[in-house]
């Protein structure tokens, strides 16, 4: 190809890198010869540099929770577990959770976030695998429960329901969060494959997008909210947990 005159579309490309050598050749010899398309890929780079300087920062801003799993419990039922996977491999999946732009919110603490995926982990490993006395109050006093961690942890809540995604609830149990009091939710398939859910009162009213965190085969999703802190653990796939995460944070927010 030969260009004569002016091509806008090649100028970009050349900017971004994106033509063959051949292309690229073409537009160096234009650029020799043509003012006018010197004058335009200077203002082209011009562009370029400013729309970098103006939106780069704000790419490693957290996305708020309430984003990230409204978008994911939207696309959860309508993509398979092949997509999600094309996806995650594609970043996306990253970019989601841990980045955004522009968002007005709280810094995230990134420091609170991590240590609580290490006692949601922590959590899982001593409760999960106690198949004798996993909780201290079962299912069946789901509401008894529910307003005991309540009282307790000093926070309004409700307890997820994740009967659509496979798992009923075994039951939960007070836990410590420091010298505060901290609660876990425990919940079970028909395989008997469980998932725990931690959850405490966040007094330094700060706020943590959700993020991932894999330590051996456990995978946790855990997020910062203003009044509380959540984070769930278990032995599901990355693609399974992120769709259970969705579901509870759904639930969570069903308070009145």
């Known amino acids: 190809m030969m260009f004569e005159t002016v091509e806008n579309w090649a100028l970009h490309a050349f900017v971004d890198g994106e033509l ?7 537009v160096e010899r234009l650029l020799q010869r ?9 203002v082209i780079r ?8 103006a939106y780069d920062p704000v790419l490693t801003e957290a996305v708020p929770p309430h984003l990230v799993a409204a978008v994911m419990a939207r ?3 309508i993509l398979s577990m092949a997509v999600w996977r094309n996806v995650a491999a594609a970043g996306l999946v990253a970019f989601l959770i841990g980045g955004g732009a522009g968002w007005f919110a709280r810094q995230p603490d990134i420091a609170m976030a991590e240590s609580l995926a290490d006692k949601a982990i922590n959590t899982y490993q001593v409760y999960a695998t106690d198949f004798g006395h996993p909780v201290e109050m079962g299912a069946n006093e789901k509401d008894h429960l529910q307003r005991w ?8 809540f409700a307890i997820p ?13 007070l836990l410590a ?30 706020e943590a997008a959700m993020l991932v965190k894999q330590k051996g085969p456990l995978i946790t999703c855990y997020w910062v909210e203003k009044d509380m802190v959540y984070a769930l653990a278990g032995e ?14 759904e639930g969570f927010d069903k308070t009145g």
Do not use: C, F, W
């Open 20 to 26: 063959s050598d051949v292309e690229k050749a073409d």
């Open 34 to 42: 043509d003012p006018e398309a010197r004058r335009v890929l200077d």
């Open 46 to 53: 011009r562009q370029k540099t400013a729309l970098h300087q």
């Open 75 to 77: 696309a959860a039922p």
């Open 149 to 156: 961690l309540e009282k307790r942890i000093g926070v309004a």
């Open 161 to 173: 329901d994740l009967q659509p995604q496979g798992y009923g609830l075994v039951g939960g149990r």
């Open 177 to 206: 969060e420091g010298d505060k009091p901290a609660g876990l939710l425990m919940y079970e398939n028909a395989s008997k494959q469980r998932l725990i859910i931690y959850v405490a009162a966040n007094p330094a009213q700060n």
């Open 236 to 249: 599901q796939n990355k693609d399974e947990m992120l769709g259970l995460a969705a579901a509870a944070h």
